[in-house]
């Protein structure tokens, strides 16, 4: 597997944290942990640097966290040894999760799935399905189209995310929510999400 320098890039070891690195969870995910969710075999798909993988094992789940970029896993490492927190961490794609080996209870995205073009969104959406069995759950947050100006990723629309999730799935629910960016890397500090709760049929 060969990483794009671009990801990589994002997390050289001496250079500026990328807009979404904010060095602890999102609130929507602390959210989820204090309603007892994040839970059992869970997977933290394109986790970054571990924030919410961590939150998951800190909170008694057997969290695995995957990402393309090396420099992420090593951080995300570092991060579980400095923390005391065991979790598991490993360089994979999340377009090919089936060559993992294991299947989940849970799977989380925190601002993977707007990063696709249509193709291989559809790739990613079948490559969660190999890993989740009937009655798993997805929690996943996007960047919305409900935000203004042309910054940042590609926006997503509730449409969009329910005919993503049309073959297998079941959308409970797609709300409103916000993403927390570093000070500088964006022109705000919060830009609109949505959050939607999937589960395999």
């Known amino acids: 597997m060969t990483t794009p320098p671009s990801w990589d890039a994002m997390y050289e070891p001496d250079g500026a944290p990328p807009p979404w690195d904010i060095g602890k969870p999102q609130q929507a995910f602390l959210r989820l942990a204090d309603q007892g969710l994040l839970t059992g075999r869970l997977l933290d798909a394109g986790c970054g640097t571990g924030e919410h993988t961590l939150l998951a094992a800190a909170r008694g789940a057997q969290a695995t966290g995957v990402d393309i970029s090396a420099h992420a896993i090593a951080k995300a490492r570092a991060k579980s040894a400095e923390r005391g927190v065991q979790a ?3 360089v994979a794609d999340v377009l090919s999760l089936g060559q993992l080996g294991m299947t ?9 799935f707007h990063v696709f073009s249509d193709e291989d969104r559809a790739r990613y959406v079948a490559s969660l399905a190999s890993v989740l069995p009937s009655g798993g759950r997805c929690y996943l947050m996007c960047f919305s189209d409900r935000q203004p100006g042309d910054y940042g990723p590609r926006r997503v629309t509730q449409g969009e995310l329910r005919t993503a999730f049309a073959d297998g799935w079941t959308v409970d629910g797609i709300d409103a ?3 927390e960016v570093n000070p500088g890397a964006l022109p705000v500090t919060t830009v609109h999400a949505w959050r939607a709760a999937l589960h395999r049929i």
Not at 104 to 112: A, E, K, L, N
């Open 88 to 90: 598991n961490f490993e």
């Open 104 to 112: 989940f209870d849970t799977i989380i995205d925190s601002g993977v």
């Open 177 to 179: 929510d916000t993403f």
